[in-house]
């Protein structure tokens, strides 16, 4: 089959007939979440033949599995704490996930500073234990940098007293696109995914969960959905839809990220660095022209809903990055835009700090029939997903082949490797900015953009200037990629919101219309859609209180 072929619709046009399928089925599986945790799970158990729904109260991956580091990775500093099974796990599913999704994660080099003769040997035996917990199966292995080596792999890094240096390789990703390839795979497999869609209470039976009473965030109706189990995916907000006697199950932990121009910083490629005042470590990493800055890592009280970043933690990172790059611009005129998202930590009562609170997962049955899984890493996803089918058999939510296990790590459909995309392309209509891009972020997907260009040459005008997206794209997403509001095209299906400081009326108006013309939106929608856009776009550009 042509990989075009297997591309499938999935809508925003067809939500009704979604949301009546929803209504009228009894599902095995109802998944309450959806971030790449609940993604993975609708995927995993698709690829079973095991009948799944997914509902997501806001888009899918508008909570934490958009606002990460961006890095498929071991947790290089996770190995400090012992805890060596959740780093080795996590090494052996970053490099099933490069050759799965070869397109969307890619490998970077990752250097860290050392300051003198015997910190450079110890840390290169500590990374040595980091390449064996990985199988010796990473992309490359550690490696030592001279000096010189060093200056050369980032010139500009001038940092006192720095003797050599390491770099390892880890993954580079687009976190909210991952988290909707894996959402797509499983709807491809027979699953049910609608976003916007709430769970407000668990029904039950004879004690035994049978469904979840939600709410359609954009009409007000409410429905029932029923299945035979049902599992609370939510992340931060897992604690909101477990019973009221329940202990907190969640130790959120705000992480805060902002975007540059790459050439502000002068990166190569990425760096882990130390803060001078507490000695954390942050990632500084390329993203083609840009450069991505983070994270912060620390007790959050506040809304998950509304979490945005503050000046404090724009100073925090701006310490970070002065210490390791003196010439850098990064004031905050220089800022094109920032995320602040919270990891569902499991909390641990007799952990006094979150850095060292452990990111390993929780998977457990609530009540009969209903199961939690929080916690864990974005990397993992895919082991976590098993171990929760696993889990939920032994419990007798269903029957498994233990043959099965093994299929969540087939190759993505719509994954692409480098040689596959050029035999594929025949356009050449595009500089090679725009084409890497398409095949970065789509993959098979991208080679139906191009063929839509060919179809409609208009289409392949820029969204907006300096940005390599195009407005096929949108047309795309609109037909495949279920977005419902204009923030999700913004926000997560592209990084034109993020790498854009400012006319963001015009880029969320000209959104709007375009969705509206293919919606039915009305003058009324299509303002409301370009007010809370822009809303949002200008707290990720401007600090909170400013």
């Given at each position: 089959m042509?990989?075009?072929?297997?591309?499938?619709?999935?809508?925003?046009?067809?939500?009704?007939t979604?949301?009546?399928e929803l209504?009228?089925?009894?599902?095995?599986?109802?998944?309450?979440?959806?971030?790449?945790?609940?993604a993975g799970?609708?995927?995993?158990?698709?690829?079973?033949?095991?009948?799944?729904a997914l509902?997501?109260?806001?888009?899918?991956?508008?909570g934490t599995?958009?606002?990460?580091?961006?890095?498929?990775?071991?947790g290089?500093?996770?190995?400090?704490?012992?805890?060596?099974?959740?780093?080795?796990?996590?090494c052996?599913?970053?490099d099933?996930?490069?050759?799965a999704?070869?397109?969307?994660?890619?490998?970077?080099?990752i250097?860290?500073?050392?300051?003198?003769?015997?910190g450079?040997?110890a840390f290169?035996?500590?990374?040595?234990?980091?390449?064996?917990?990985?199988?010796?199966?990473?992309?490359?292995?550690y490696t030592?940098?001279?000096?010189?080596d060093?200056?050369?792999?980032?010139?500009?890094?001038?940092?006192?007293g720095?003797?050599?240096?390491?770099r390892?390789?880890?993954?580079?990703?687009?976190?909210?696109?991952?988290?909707?390839?894996?959402?797509k795979?499983?709807?491809?497999?027979g699953?049910?995914a609608?976003?916007?869609?709430?769970?407000?209470?668990?029904?039950?039976?004879?004690?035994?969960?049978?469904g979840?009473?939600a709410?359609d965030?954009?009409?007000?109706?409410?429905?029932?959905?029923?299945?035979?189990?049902v599992?609370?995916?939510?992340?931060?907000?897992t604690?909101?839809?477990?019973?009221?006697d329940?202990p907190?199950?969640?130790?959120?932990?705000?992480?805060?990220?902002?975007?540059v121009?790459?050439?502000?910083?002068?990166?190569v490629?990425?760096?882990?660095?130390?803060?001078?005042?507490?000695?954390?470590?942050?990632?500084?990493?390329?993203?083609?022209?840009?450069?991505?800055l983070?994270t912060t890592?620390?007790?959050y009280?506040g809304?998950?809903?509304?979490?945005?970043?503050?000046r404090?933690?724009?100073?925090?990172?701006?310490m970070s990055?002065?210490?390791c790059?003196p010439?850098?611009?990064f004031?905050e005129?220089?800022?094109?835009?920032?995320?602040?998202?919270?990891?569902?930590?499991?909390?641990d009562p007799?952990e006094?700090?979150?850095?060292k609170?452990?990111?390993?997962?929780?998977?457990?049955?609530?009540?009969p029939g209903?199961?939690?899984?929080?916690?864990?890493?974005?990397?993992?996803f895919?082991?976590?997903?098993?171990?929760?089918i696993?889990?939920?058999a032994k419990?007798?939510?269903?029957?498994?082949?233990?043959?099965?296990?093994?299929?969540?790590?087939?190759?993505?459909?719509?994954?692409l490797?480098?040689?596959?995309?050029a035999?594929?392309?025949?356009?050449?209509?595009?500089?090679?900015k725009?084409?890497?891009h398409?095949?970065q972020?789509?993959?098979?997907?991208?080679?139906?953009i191009l063929?839509?260009?060919?179809?409609?040459?208009?289409?392949?005008d820029?969204?907006?200037?300096?940005q390599?997206?195009?407005?096929?794209?949108?047309?795309?997403?609109?037909?495949?990629?279920?977005?419902?509001?204009?923030?999700d095209?913004?926000l997560?299906?592209?990084?034109l919101?993020?790498?854009?400081?400012?006319d963001?009326?015009t880029?969320?108006?000209e959104?709007?219309?375009?969705?509206g013309?293919?919606?039915g939106?009305?003058d009324a929608?299509?303002?409301s859609?370009?007010?809370?856009?822009?809303?949002?776009?200008?707290?990720?550009?401007?600090?909170?209180?400013?």
């Amino acid at each position: 089959m042509n990989a075009k072929e297997s591309l499938m619709t999935w809508s925003a046009k067809d939500r009704d007939t979604y949301l009546a399928e929803l209504s009228e089925k009894t599902y095995d599986v109802l998944i309450v979440g959806g971030g790449i945790t609940g993604a993975g799970m609708l995927r995993a158990l698709g690829l079973r033949g095991i009948s799944t729904a997914l509902i997501e109260k806001d888009d899918f991956g508008f909570g934490t599995s958009s606002k990460s580091t961006r890095l498929a990775h071991g947790g290089v500093r996770y190995i400090i704490n012992g805890e060596f099974s959740l780093v080795s796990e996590a090494c052996h599913e970053r490099d099933w996930l490069r050759g799965a999704l070869p397109n969307l994660v890619r490998p970077v080099p990752i250097v860290m500073i050392n300051h003198n003769a015997i910190g450079s040997l110890a840390f290169g035996m500590y990374l040595r234990f980091y390449d064996l917990l990985s199988g010796w199966n990473n992309y490359k292995n550690y490696t030592h940098l001279s000096l010189a080596d060093c200056k050369e792999a980032e010139p500009q890094v001038s940092i006192p007293g720095t003797h050599s240096a390491s770099r390892i390789y880890e993954c580079i990703i687009n976190d909210a696109r991952l988290t909707l390839e894996i959402a797509k795979e499983g709807v491809m497999t027979g699953g049910t995914a609608v976003n916007y869609l709430e769970a407000k209470r668990i029904i039950t039976k004879n004690g035994r969960a049978t469904g979840v009473e939600a709410v359609d965030r954009l009409t007000g109706d409410s429905l029932v959905i029923s299945a035979k189990n049902v599992v609370n995916a939510c992340g931060p907000w897992t604690d909101d839809l477990m019973p009221e006697d329940s202990p907190k199950v969640i130790r959120p932990s705000k992480g805060v990220h902002i975007v540059v121009k790459r050439e502000n910083i002068g990166n190569v490629g990425g760096l882990y660095v130390k803060n001078p005042a507490d000695g954390r470590s942050i990632f500084v990493l390329a993203h083609g022209d840009f450069t991505y800055l983070g994270t912060t890592d620390t007790d959050y009280p506040g809304s998950l809903d509304d979490c945005y970043t503050e000046r404090e933690e724009y100073e925090y990172l701006k310490m970070s990055v002065d210490s390791c790059f003196p010439d850098a611009r990064f004031e905050e005129t220089d800022i094109l835009g920032t995320y602040a998202g919270v990891r569902p930590l499991v909390l641990d009562p007799t952990e006094t700090t979150e850095t060292k609170t452990s990111r390993r997962e929780l998977v457990d049955e609530v009540s009969p029939g209903y199961f939690v899984i929080t916690g864990g890493k974005l990397t993992i996803f895919r082991s976590m997903a098993e171990k929760l089918i696993e889990f939920m058999a032994k419990k007798g939510a269903f029957d498994i082949k233990k043959s099965d296990t093994k299929r969540s790590k087939n190759r993505f459909v719509l994954g692409l490797t480098p040689e596959e995309w050029a035999a594929s392309i025949t356009s050449k209509a595009f500089d090679e900015k725009t084409l890497a891009h398409l095949y970065q972020n789509y993959g098979v997907g991208g080679l139906s953009i191009l063929d839509a260009v060919t179809a409609d040459g208009s289409t392949g005008d820029a969204i907006t200037t300096g940005q390599p997206n195009i407005q096929a794209e949108l047309d795309y997403c609109l037909e495949h990629e279920m977005i419902t509001r204009v923030k999700d095209f913004l926000l997560r299906r592209t990084n034109l919101s993020l790498h854009q400081r400012d006319d963001h009326e015009t880029l969320g108006r000209e959104t709007a219309k375009r969705m509206g013309a293919s919606l039915g939106w009305d003058d009324a929608r299509i303002k409301s859609e370009v007010a809370e856009y822009v809303d949002i776009a200008h707290k990720n550009s401007f600090f909170l209180g400013t």
